[in-house]
């Protein structure tokens, strides 16, 4: 077994470098916990980028996982039917606004999928120029090339040019913006209900319902992408739900197998009825070990009692964080258990320094630090939290 310092060292000699990691090697974890390889403990504000849902150690997972090794089958390609996959895809579409589903692997990947969708859907209506999409400042959809393309980060999206092109940026939340920016040819229009990467910023009824009407008037399919978003994490299963208007698509991953690798695309039957075998497909996508997790994951999440917790630790943890008297804090935004505390510095040395204080944290933009914890957080961590929060701004208040 390679020691901290070996499994580090390796990590800087061996992988391409496109992180930046702290020092320390994860081992182990339990609930909201997470242990290095030197018994060092971190309470988990971040749960892998909003992905480890139910925490660490979910014996109901382990229970999943176990059953579906125990049949011998871990994988069987999209050749055949399995019944954990068939039982997941009847159990999201019962719990959405959905009439069909199609798995992927990957946040990007389900993207990518939406908008191959969404074209085959122009491509039937004759209408060979409607191939425009629209997406919004701040957005993050992904790093492969159509997802990064609706990713409008320069930093991002320069070195990797040219991307798929007719892509025009309205500005998130501005009505007057959207309706300049999608017409009869925009084919897809791709919102998150609440931008995750980009900052934790809420979209506003008004603009949800300007962009749905928007949407129908010009006949453009719309793409809600819940990767972060959803699956609990504002306090309803989808955060569509808390708003006055439903996508034609709506993507979803992060947590859903609560840590295995895997994507949706949740359609209508007007989008699914388009596509065709051979249209799209994938060989991992969708396999039996991480459909039986997730929808283990989704009976979990889905509980009336569990997603009141969310809303009440949530709002608890912003009523916390509003009463922080420090200068460096601007605004205290989001809902449920994905929250955002926007700083007027940067939030890279507040994040180093939660690692001192047995804290993992992660920024959204370079200015926010976002709090998107395993959803079973409770009122005990945030009170830890905030206890070790108010010092660590203490220590950078000059
Ligand atoms: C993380 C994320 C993606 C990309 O998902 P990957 O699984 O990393 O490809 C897309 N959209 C949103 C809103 C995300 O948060």
Not at 173 to 192: F, G, P, R
């Amino acid at each position: 077994m390679l020691g901290s310092k070996a499994a580090v060292k390796a990590s800087n000699d061996y992988h391409v470098q496109t992180y930046v990691r702290p020092e320390f090697v994860i081992a182990r974890g339990e609930g909201m916990t997470i242990y290095d390889d030197e018994g060092h403990a971190y309470t988990d504000w971040v749960a892998g980028i909003a992905v480890n849902a139910l925490g660490y150690g979910d014996p109901g997972v382990a229970a999943a996982i176990t059953e579906q090794v125990n049949t011998g089958v871990l994988h069987t390609s999209n050749l055949y039917h399995t019944e954990p996959q068939s039982r997941l895809a009847q159990t999201l579409v019962e719990k959405s606004f959905a009439d069909r589903v199609f798995f992927s692997n990957s946040g990007a990947e389900a993207n990518e999928g939406a908008l191959k969708f969404a074209r085959r859907v122009a491509y039937d209506s004759g209408n060979h120029d409607k191939t425009g999409v629209v997406t919004f400042s701040e957005a993050f959809h992904g790093r492969t090339l159509a997802a990064l393309s609706m990713t409008p980060k320069e930093k991002y999206q320069k070195p990797f040019k040219p991307l798929m092109d007719q892509v025009t940026v309205g500005e998130f939340n501005n009505v007057e913006s959207a309706k300049a920016c999608i017409n009869d040819n925009t084919v897809a229009v791709i919102l998150e209900p609440i931008q995750g990467e980009g900052g934790i910023n809420v979209a506003t009824d008004e603009f949800m319902v300007a962009v749905r009407q928007l949407c129908d008037q010009h006949k453009a399919i719309l793409i809600y992408d819940e990767i972060q978003c959803g699956m609990g994490r504002t306090g309803t299963l989808w955060a569509y739900e808390q708003t006055p208007v439903a996508p034609d698509i709506m993507t979803i991953a992060k947590p859903l197998a609560a840590g295995l690798p895997i994507g949706a695309i949740l359609c209508t039957e007007t989008i699914a009825e388009h596509i065709h075998p051979g249209d799209h497909g994938s060989t991992f996508a969708g396999g039996p070990v991480v459909t039986r997790v997730a929808d283990y994951v989704v009976g979990r999440i889905s509980q009336p009692e569990f997603l009141e917790h969310v809303t009440e630790v949530g709002t608890y943890l912003m009523e916390r964080l509003e009463e922080i008297n420090s200068p460096h804090i601007v605004e205290i935004r989001g809902k449920g258990l994905m929250v955002g505390m926007q700083l007027n510095v940067p939030a890279a040395p507040i994040i180093q320094a939660g690692y001192e204080h047995g804290l993992l944290l992660v920024n959204a933009g370079t200015e926010t630090v976002r709090f998107i914890p395993p959803l079973i957080a409770e009122k005990a961590d945030v009170d830890a939290l905030i206890e070790k929060l108010v010092s660590i701004l203490e220590s950078i208040n000059v």
